[in-house]
């Protein structure tokens, strides 16, 4: 039986599946519709100088290490360098939180910044210890293709023990009294574009996260990675072909039996979606509604010196976070007084830009949507630049060799769902059994994987959707001549299933 696989999007989640894939002997075909390779992870390069585009946190080290592993590619190739102190949070009334890897330098930060809160510091790390446990193997690691995988009274508890029905604000109040902590433990639904106010408690496992398994720095950027991969996917005999968009596909019998691409028509056994999945909902016949994350107005700086005595990491916040938020997540327009996050790799990294000089990135949380058109926003921005000088970095516009800037509706353009960076939002119902799965339609050798797909957004979680895409279609490749059989006893179960 032939087992040819086209792989739509040469995203993260597209090549991983595809050494995956390919190590099983299957014949993969990766189409991409940019000039390159990488999608979201990639570089702002100029004049000697270069700056990660999107990803510039590196969490989760163990995933990221142990999929790449898996799917055959070089540790030699890559390094991550890993950061004691984690990032610090500026708050406007002069406030500073400085997060570390270190417990003891953590609570010793604790009780000169927000002395009694450390007893509550040590309880969120021991609850959440077991938590993530949880988490990882009930969500994280597995699929609900079939619904009722996922409502089982096992999975419920877990949910339960998440506290999915809570939200990671509210959440983060059981551990901490003061509202500076509040925010500092539930911003962080903000990586993956949700409201701390509405995101469910689960989410709060990634400040959690970084503080157990740390913050890294991938060497070179993290978009060095989309080299190492290609390399590694032509060295194992993968073809990728660039400026090639799926644009349509031809089902028969419900299985797709071939993508069109560049007005050819290629002959598939099986497809992978990589592209931001709401993106290919008309072509698959999805007909459900998605809410999108939020969006980002980011700045790339190319500046003549460097910030060598800040952090690599920083967040600035606004003076009222709530009122930011409800402006992104509710009221759909452009923040009054942002709280922002910077990026300044030139601490840890000197290969990124000519001898003496530096890049810098700044990432201020919008709302996504097309209703703000940003050409029209200069006052936003200009305001932005100032804030930024005066609060974070000095001197700037004095230093700045150029400056890019980056809004919802590039992202849009660029195929992102309603311009939102971070693929559907992190809601409750679209978390868990309720985001598109590994086996997304109800066409037999249709997948998918990417950030709109469970389990998520961000890089390691997209590996990981990229694994479960790959198990997905290596179980039914072994299983194909009873498939049918057992799809139509899936479906008719499914149809009294709780949901
Ligand atoms: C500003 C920003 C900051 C971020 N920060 C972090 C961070 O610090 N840490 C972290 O871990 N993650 C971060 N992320 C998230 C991370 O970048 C994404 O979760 C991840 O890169 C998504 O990978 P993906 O495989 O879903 O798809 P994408 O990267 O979106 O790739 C999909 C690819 O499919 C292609 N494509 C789409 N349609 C078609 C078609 N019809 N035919 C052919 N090709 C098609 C696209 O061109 C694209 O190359 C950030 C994202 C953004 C935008």
């Known amino acids: 039986m032939s087992r040819h696989i086209a792989i739509a999007g040469a995203g993260i989640g597209g090549m991983i599946t595809a050494l995956l894939l390919k190590k099983q002997g299957f014949e993969v075909s990766i189409y991409e519709k940019e000039n ?23 969490l989760l080290p163990h995933m990221l290490k142990g999929i790449l592993d898996e799917a055959g590619v070089s540790g030699d190739a890559w390094e991550l360098l890993g950061l004691d102190t984690l990032y610090s949070i500026h ?36 609850e959440m210890r077991k938590s993530f446990e949880i988490g990882q193997a009930s969500f994280l690691e597995k699929s609900f293709t079939r619904k009722r995988d996922f409502w089982t009274g096992k999975n419920l508890k877990s949910l339960l023990r998440l506290k999915a029905y809570q939200s990671t604000k509210k959440f983060a ?45 991938m060497k070179g950027g993290y978009a060095s990675l989309v080299k190492v991969l290609t390399n590694t996917l032509q060295e194992k005999g993968i073809s990728l072909y660039v400026d090639s968009k799926v644009e349509d596909i031809h089902k028969e019998h419900g299985r797709v039996v071939s993508i069109m691409v560049n007005g050819r028509t290629v002959k598939v056994d099986g497809l992978v979606w990589n592209g ?42 606004g003076g009222n976070f709530d009122q930011h938020m409800r402006e992104v997540f509710q009221e759909k327009k452009v923040p009054t007084d942002p709280s922002f996050y910077t990026f300044n790799p030139a601490v840890i990294d000197s290969t990124l830009a000519p001898d003496g000089k530096s890049t810098l990135y700044v990432l201020v949380p919008v709302p996504s949507g097309s209703h703000i058109d940003w050409s029209q926003e200069s006052t936003f921005i200009d305001r932005m630049i100032k804030n930024i000088e005066a609060r974070a970095f000095p001197g700037l516009t004095e230093k700045m060799d150029w400056m890019e800037v980056r809004t919802p509706n590039d992202a849009d353009q660029e195929g992102l769902f309603q311009g939102g960076s971070f693929g559907i939002a992190p809601s409750l119902f679209q978390s868990g059994v309720f985001r598109p799965q590994a086996k997304p339609t109800a066409l037999e050798n249709v997948y998918a994987t990417g950030a709109s797909v469970h389990p998520g ?43």
């Open 36 to 58: 390159q390779a990488g999608g979201r992870l990639s570089f702002v390069e100029k004049e000697g100088y270069r700056i990660d585009k999107g990803p510039t946190i590196v």
């Open 91 to 126: 708050f406007k009334d002069g406030k500073r939180y400085t997060k570390y890897k270190d417990v003891d330098r953590q609570l010793n930060e604790l009780s000169e910044v927000f002395p009694g809160e450390e007893e509550g510091f040590t309880k969120y790390m021991e």
């Open 173 to 217: 109040g059981t551990f901490f009294k003061d509202e500076h902590l509040r925010e500092a433990y539930s911003l962080q639904t903000l990586y993956i574009g949700g409201n701390p106010q509405t995101a469910p408690a689960m989410y709060s496992l990634i400040p959690y996260s970084e503080h157990e398994h740390g913050i890294h720095y």
């Open 276 to 317: 931001d999945f709401p993106s290919a909902a008309d072509l698959l016949d999805d007909r459900r509604n998605y809410e999108p994350s939020s969006g980002c107005v980011l700045f790339y700086f190319g500046v003549d010196g460097k910030y060598q005595d800040s952090d690599v990491h920083q967040f600035f916040m």
């Open 457 to 499: 957004g961000g890089i390691p979680i997209v590996m990981q959707s990229a694994k479960l895409a790959a198990d997905q279609i290596i179980h039914d490749f072994a299983h194909h001549s009873s498939t049918k059989d057992v799809n139509l006893n899936e479906q008719l179960n499914e149809s009294i299933s709780p949901l």
